[in-house]
């Protein structure tokens, strides 16, 4: 690459070269986030909480894999990959700290029995399992707490969302709800 100037930085990407030295760290671009991240408190607070209407509506409407006490499973609309599901407590709590003793044990248990059941339908070879906590930490829904459980391939990084900005998700959503929720049954039991 030739900067305006002549000057030749083979290896080096114009970001880089603009914010200083360069930190040898890769950055992935997200710009549909910040929808989220821009959106006023009064916006949000005029926003239904997509969490606690959920288990309004049926399980195949909504995606809801599993229904507990205190909790359920559900897919996640924008999945990272095929079979990421949140794991979110009925009542509209925004942090763990806040969650009762029963929601943190039914939350940990159905987290545990979902990579029970990705594993047995999807044999992934490694999990992420998180929350983000608050919208600066990350979390697209800060209100409601959810826990993310998103099943991971040595062969799942590929060039199509870098490059193309596509994910290939190879099943659709309600078809992978049918099959977890069936298997949900089976590993549970």
Known sequence: MRDYDGTDYPS??????????PDGLQRLWTPHRIAYIEQSPQEKA??????CAAPM???EETLI??????GYVILNLFPYNSGHLLVVPYRHVATYDLATAEETH???RMTQTAMRVLAATSHPHGFNIGMNQGAVAGAGISEHLHQHVV?????????????????????????????????????SD
């Open 12 to 21: 080096v990407e114009p970001a880089d070269r603009l914010a200083g030295v």
């Open 106 to 108: 039914e939350i940990a």
């Open 57 to 59: 509506m049926s399980d």
């Open 151 to 187: 099943p991971r391939w040595a062969s799942d990084a590929n060039f199509l969302p870098i490059i193309g900005q596509t994910k290939a998700i190879p099943k659709l959503l309600g078809e992978a709800r049918e099959e977890l929720a069936q298997a949900w049954q089976q590993v």
């Open 65 to 70: 894999v599993h229904r507990g006490e205190t």
């Open 46 to 51: 005029a926003t239904p909480c997509v969490f």
